[in-house]
């Protein structure tokens, strides 16, 4: 909805952020119910970049977190949202860049969402009523980073310290082994094959790569193939 949309937009200004990515909006966009929400903080949605899935919301980030209330059949780290703000904030001054996944209000994120995130933040609420408000939980997780962030050491990334992979670095590398599989027979029967993908895809947004291990699985899997080629 716009109206949450708008909220969310008031919500991250309250805490000193300012860098929104909508990803296909239900109303369209732009949307004259989420400025009226914003209120005072119509520039984030003024400046907000528009999306049609959330790969593309993500590609820059190192480091993802999704947020969710249910539990999951994807095994992930799962953080409550204090835990995950100050984690945030260290991978910041070690000079990843983050980001943080919400959810639709009424159906929250999508598993193949979720399996592209390296962790899960859950806020611990009333078990018999944990839906929050979609706004409610960007106002909740951008006071969690405001209060983390303001006693955090200010650094840059350390020149010597390997570079984290991106989401669009790791996105690429799992498109590259889902297509020489799916060429190999590997998803089989034709009906689990999207589970298994989804596995595969939740089990590379777990292992915390680096540029340079992008490229050596990138290598493998091409001379696998021209080996496979070759004496095939």
Same mark, same amino acid.
């Given at each position: 909805?716009?109206?949450?949309?708008?909220?969310?937009?008031?919500?991250?200004?309250?805490?000193?952020?300012?860098?929104?990515?909508?990803?296909?909006?239900?109303?369209?966009?732009?949307?004259?119910?989420?400025?009226?929400?914003?209120?005072?903080?119509?520039?984030?949605?003024?400046?907000?970049?528009?999306?049609?899935?959330?790969?593309?919301?993500?590609?820059?980030?190192?480091?993802?977190?999704?947020?969710?209330?249910?539990?999951?059949?994807?095994?992930?780290?799962?953080?409550?949202?204090? +835990?995950?703000?100050?984690?945030?904030?260290?991978?910041?001054?070690?000079?990843?860049? +983050?980001? *943080?996944?919400?959810?639709?209000?009424?159906?929250?994120?999508?598993?193949?969402? +979720?399996?592209?995130?390296?962790?899960?933040?859950? *806020?611990?609420?009333?078990?018999?009523?944990?839906?929050?408000?979609?706004?409610?939980?960007?106002?909740?997780?951008?006071?969690?980073?405001?209060?983390?962030?303001g006693s955090a050491p200010r650094r840059g990334r350390d020149p010597s310290a390997p570079l984290p992979a991106s989401h669009a670095d790791v996105e690429r590398l799992a498109s590259h082994y889902e297509d020489r599989l799916q060429d190999a027979g590997f998803f089989f029967p034709p009906e689990k094959a999207a589970g298994m993908k989804q596995t595969l895809r939740n089990l590379?947004?777990?292992?915390?790569?680096?540029?340079?291990? +992008?490229?050596?699985?990138?290598?493998?899997?091409?001379?696998?193939?021209?080996?496979?080629?070759?004496?095939?």
């Open positions: 909805m716009g109206e949450n949309i708008g909220a969310a937009a008031r919500a991250m200004w309250n805490f000193g952020l300012d860098r929104m990515v909508v990803v296909a909006p239900r109303d369209g966009w732009p949307n004259t119910k989420a400025v009226a929400m914003a209120s005072g903080a119509g520039r984030l949605l003024d400046e907000a970049r528009l999306v049609g899935s959330t790969s593309e919301a993500v590609t820059d980030a190192s480091f993802v977190y999704a947020t969710t209330a249910r539990r999951r059949d994807l095994k992930k780290d799962v953080l409550a949202p204090q +835990v995950a703000m100050e984690d945030a904030v260290a991978r910041i001054a070690g000079g990843q860049d +983050v980001a *943080v996944l919400f959810g639709p209000e009424r159906a929250g994120l999508h598993n193949d969402d +979720v399996a592209r995130a390296n962790a899960i933040v859950s *806020v611990p609420a009333n078990p018999e009523f944990p839906s929050l408000n979609l706004a409610q939980c960007v106002l909740l997780t951008a006071y969690e980073w405001h209060r983390a962030s590379w947004s777990r292992m915390p790569l680096t540029s340079a291990d +992008v490229q050596v699985f990138h290598g493998i899997l091409r001379q696998m193939v021209r080996r496979k080629e070759r004496d095939g």
